[in-house]
Nanobody
Framework: QVQLVESGGATVQPGGSLRLSCVVS?????????MGWYRQTPENERELVAS???????VYTDSLKGRFTISRDNRKNTVSLEMNSLNAEDRGVYYC????????WGQGTQVTVSS
């Protein structure tokens, strides 16, 4: 059984920084999966915001470029999201998952941007 456990979410002030982490257990050879971070809000469905390939190539949405960094440690089966210059539009529940799989979703981790 695949398990994805996200952590690191918190309430931060605008312009602040945060580092999210995801630990993956099960699912085969971790380095073979494209991993991504997704964001969901009460107003919008869950959407992919960043992806990282096994070889560590990364892809971001335009709004995240220059502010967020996705990375992975294939020895520890972890995926991270370094978040900088946070604004209100970055708020939401962040989830990690793999592309082209039927893995379940984890509980996510809440990011709140507030003064």
């Amino acid at each position: 059984q695949v398990q994805l456990v996200e952590s690191g979410g918190a309430t931060v002030q605008p312009g602040g920084s945060l580092r999210l982490s995801c630990v993956v257990s099960g699912g085969g050879i971790f380095s073979q999966y494209i991993m991504g971070w997704y964001r969901q809000t009460p107003e919008n469905e869950r959407e992919l915001v960043a992806s990282v390939y096994g070889g560590r190539d990364a892809v971001y949405t335009d709004s995240l470029k220059g502010r967020f960094t996705i990375s992975r440690d294939n020895r520890k089966n972890t995926v991270s999201l370094e978040m900088n210059s946070l604004n209100a539009e970055d708020r939401g529940v962040y989830y990690c998952n793999a592309a082209q799989t039927t893995w379940p979703w984890g509980q996510g981790t809440q990011v709140t941007v507030s003064s």
